[in-house]
């Protein structure tokens, strides 16, 4: 069958999307992956995967005809959208090729496109629990596709055998977190840190025995694997990579992001027991020491949230999805 993906926009679409193209392709299905944003591509093409670009500074209406167009002359069966702004054009002109359409939603809370998506989908797939008292069977909880490609080999860099933490600050890079974060991790000489600091961080680390830096970094889970404990952002898949991998995490949400998403990421994560949370304002050298000394201290509490992590896997979510997808589109 062919099937296009929408996968544009952030890291959090797009990391799944690459994901369930790889399985799907894998099975003998072809796939489209359509982008709205140039800059993506350049991910994608990392991933030795082909795209096709749609304007985004083109009138909705144009992005419209475009993309039904698209559908058209390759023929495909089937929609599959991973969220994105852009992505309920893509919806609306999948619903005028009367083909099946599938929300892959990664939050806690619906964004915006795929709030209103799900009314047209035949299936939404929920990475993360979510409750519906009605239609309950279009509502299925497969967990989020995740890349999988893990070369845990960063901690051999490391002279001495100690704490290993990974400060994950964005591909943009927070400069709230960094600035919050410097003073304490040329301090704290008895933790090994893994920086990525993203792009509009200076790499201000000189070269030390425990810190090791990168301004991007991927795929993630290598460094995820590499590490005691992980303190980052709580977007849906650095998230769910947490989850995937049972890394101990401190999470310190983006007030900044649309519906608030990332505090009820994380909080969903810190009520099941599977994280601590940071809250922006509260970061100083105290809290930050106080929530490692936590895990650090108290190894069963951290074994604890390691088994709260593993109780929230979800085996094969590309799997799952697909087989979900095979057996409710038919080819045209």
């Keep these: 069958m062919k099937f296009a993906l929408i996968g544009s926009g952030s890291g959090g679409h797009i990391y799944p999307c690459i994901a369930f193209y790889r399985y799907a392709t894998k099975c003998n299905h072809q796939c489209y992956p359509f982008i709205f944003k140039k800059i993506d591509e350049e991910i994608y093409s990392s991933h030795q995967i082909q795209t ?81 008292k009605k239609e309950k069977e279009k509502y299925l909880y497969t967990g989020n596709p995740v890349v999988q490609a893990i070369h845990p080999t960063l901690q051999k860099r490391f002279i001495k055998k100690q704490p290993t933490l990974l400060l994950v600050c964005g591909s943009l890079g927070s400069s709230t977190i960094f600035n919050h974060f410097q003073a304490f991790i040329r301090k704290h000489t008895e933790y090994n840190f893994i920086l990525v600091l993203g792009k509009k961080n200076p790499m201000s680390f000189e070269k030390n025995d425990h810190v090791v830096c990168f301004d991007y970094y991927e795929p993630l889970t290598d460094l995820l694997a590499s590490c005691d404990i992980v303190i ?26 649309a519906n608030n998403h990332q505090f009820k990421n994380a909080k969903f994560l810190c009520d099941q027991g599977g994280c601590l949370l940071l809250q922006e304002s509260e970061i100083n050298e105290e809290s930050i020491q106080q929530k490692i000394q936590t895990y650090v201290n108290d190894l069963y509490f951290t074994y604890q949230v390691k088994q709260r992590l593993k109780a929230l896997q979800v085996q094969n979510p590309c799997q799952k999805m697909l087989q979900v997808i095979e057996e409710n589109t038919h080819g045209h």
């Design 52 to 132: 096709i670009h749609i304007d985004a500074k083109a009138s909705l209406f144009k992005q419209y005809q475009t993309l039904k167009k698209h559908f058209q002359n390759l023929s495909i069966d089937g929609l599959i959208t991973f969220g994105g702004k852009a992505s309920f054009i893509a919806i609306l002109a999948a619903r005028s090729g009367h083909f099946p359409i599938y929300v892959c939603e990664q939050n806690v809370v619906f964004g915006k496109a795929n709030f209103l998506g799900q009314f047209f989908a035949k299936k939404v797939f929920l990475s993360l629990p979510m409750h519906f």
């Design 232 to 257: 980052s952002r709580a977007g849906a898949s650095t998230m769910s990579e947490i989850i995937a991998l049972n890394v101990p995490s401190i999470l310190i949400p983006s007030p900044y992001v």
